[in-house]
């Protein structure tokens, strides 16, 4: 049985049905039986099931895409933050003894209540949610397994992605969304992470990790350009202050991403041509 998480129930729970159907990437829907207390709602009837076909361990998370009428999609990532290779699936039906909502036998009318048939909406009418679940201890307790962080930042060094010191503080979600992020943008070239604080809405600037400024910026103050997603274009300034180096002038960029607190944005290093900027906003988790 796994929980799912609470700001997505907030706002999607009432949409759900008794039955949740997961499609994973080799196009196979799995059927599993949701349990619902108040406000809590766990996947239940068949979700072991889908955790052993999938050989899913503790520490893998897993992105859930939401559409309708209580369709996901889902993503599998294993402990070194990479997606699983899924098993091969030809399509098909299930047979009645051999159903996915666990290994109990279902009554007629719960068959009849879920039939494979259902089919998961085009890509164009899943609404704009996701939520993420790590995969709790064998034992089934609520504790959450947390990404060590020293894991976290070698999984990101592998993607050539440098972080600062205060990433040791980021919490197990945040540590969660920046994988997510990572898989998201797939950045080429060297490139740093930040995770927005109020101060660096406040103050439009964020420090670029040490590490990162020595190796691939100038040791002097220069104006340089970012580059949005659409193309957009803006001047930013580096400076070094007490050995530390800060990107500023960012008000405005910040301002047109409607950025937020918890906002994950990964600078791309551009060869002669400043940064990409990429931004992972709070709300595609909300």
């Not at 959450?144 to 205060?166: H, M, Q």
């Not at 990572?182 to 600037?205: A, C, E, H, W, Y």
């Not at 190796?215 to 997603?229: F, G, R, T, V, Y």
Request: aromatic share 12%.
């Amino acid at each position: 049985m796994q929980r799912i998480p609470e700001k997505f129930v907030r706002k999607f729970g009432d949409e759900l049905s008794d039955v949740a159907k997961l499609r994973v990437p080799n196009g196979r829907v799995w059927h599993v039986r949701l349990t619902k207390d108040g406000n809590k709602i766990w996947f239940h009837v068949g979700w072991n099931d889908f955790v052993k076909y999938h050989s899913i361990c503790v520490g893998y998370f897993l992105v859930f895409k939401y559409g309708k009428n209580s369709n996901f999609d889902v993503l599998i990532f294993d402990t070194t933050a990479c997606e699983i290779q899924y098993p091969y699936y030809c399509g098909g039906g299930l047979k009645n003894d051999e159903n996915n909502l666990g290994s109990k036998r279902c009554k007629v009318e719960e068959l009849d209540e879920i039939k494979t048939s259902d089919a998961i909406g085009d890509e164009s009418e899943f609404k704009k949610a996701v939520c993420k679940v790590e995969i709790s201890s064998s034992d089934e307790q609520n504790e959450r397994i947390k990404f060590d962080i020293l894991d976290l930042v070698a999984v990101l060094k592998d993607f050539g992605i440098t972080v600062g010191r205060k990433f040791r503080f980021i919490s197990a979600e945040e540590k969660e969304r920046a994988i997510t992020a990572v898989k998201l943008f797939k950045p080429k070239n060297p490139s740093f992470m930040v995770i927005l604080r109020s101060d660096n809405l406040q103050k439009g600037r964020v420090i670029v990790p040490t590490k990162f400024a020595k190796k691939c910026l100038s040791s002097d103050s220069k104006w340089i350009k970012l580059q949005d997603s659409d193309g957009s274009e803006w001047s930013v300034l580096t400076m070094w202050y007490r050995k530390s180096c800060y990107m500023r002038s960012l008000r405005g960029l910040l301002r047109k991403k409607n950025s937020d607190v918890g906002d994950i944005c990964i600078f791309e290093l551009m060869r002669m041509k400043g940064f990409k900027v990429s931004v992972f906003s709070t709300s595609s988790t909300e």
